[in-house]
T-cell receptor
């Protein structure tokens, strides 16, 4: 069936280092991908999105890479800070504007001081 | 800017009671989504609305669950009667359609529901 999965459930990174969070998706028809950050007791917070006509998109300290050949999505966080500690979710959406997301299981990012 | 507002933030009630969760989407957004999050199943879409009309309720677990959107600024998710297995965090999200393209959904901070 369709699924969006994450390779690493927990990622520990030293403060100041770069973080890379990975996500695999299975539906080649998906054309929109999005990353969320969820802190304890809060709702998912939009970080960055990318459409299938792009390979890379940059935001403030974050970069999303999309490899459609192997159906892989990654989120890179530069100079990781303690405030980046959270659970990160990727999600995919199929075309036709259904607006339904399929969420991955999440990766917990721990930033070590 | 005001984000998605949900109430109550926490709800503890006994099995069999009616539970009503409330959501105010971001002003101007025309899509509203209800999700449930548990450790076992992650984030699950329950139902979503477009311009106050339910579009897809295939994620609603059973007839005990119902959702309404009487106007563009308010939606409710009701569980009657509630059961312990309904315990979860319920999120509301909204988004704005731009042409036929997907746009980010913006989430509220959720209602943590505990059914005893």
């Amino acid at each position: 069936g369709e699924s969006v999965g994450l390779h690493l459930p927990t990622l520990s990174v030293q403060e100041g280092d770069n973080s890379i969070i990975n996500c695999a998706y299975s539906n080649s028809a998906s054309d929109y991908f999005i990353w969320y950050k969820q802190e304890s007791g809060k709702g998912p917070q939009f970080i960055i999105d990318i459409r299938s006509n792009m390979d890379k998109r940059q935001g403030q300290r974050v970069t999303v890479l999309l490899n459609k050949t192997v159906k892989h999505l990654s989120l890179q966080i530069a100079a990781t800070q303690p405030g980046d500690s959270a659970v990160y979710f990727c999600a995919e959406s199929k075309p036709s504007g259904t607006y339904k997301y399929i969420f991955g299981t999440g990766t917990r990012l721990k930033v070590l001081a | 800017d005001a984000g998605v507002i949900q109430s109550p933030r926490h709800e503890v009630t006994e099995m069999g009671q009616e539970v009503t969760l409330r959501c105010k989407p971001i002003s101007g957004h025309d899509y509203l989504f209800w999700y449930r999050q548990t450790m076992m199943r992650g984030l699950e879409l329950l139902i979503y609305f477009n311009n106050n009309v339910p579009i897809d309720d295939s994620g609603m677990p059973e007839d005990r669950f119902s959702a309404k959107m009487p106007n563009a600024s308010f939606s409710t998710l009701k569980i009657q009667p509630s059961e312990p297995r309904d315990s979860a965090v319920y999120f509301c999200a909204s988004s704005l359609r731009v042409g036929a393209s997907n746009q980010p959904q913006h989430f509220g901070d959720g209602t943590r529901l505990s059914i005893l």
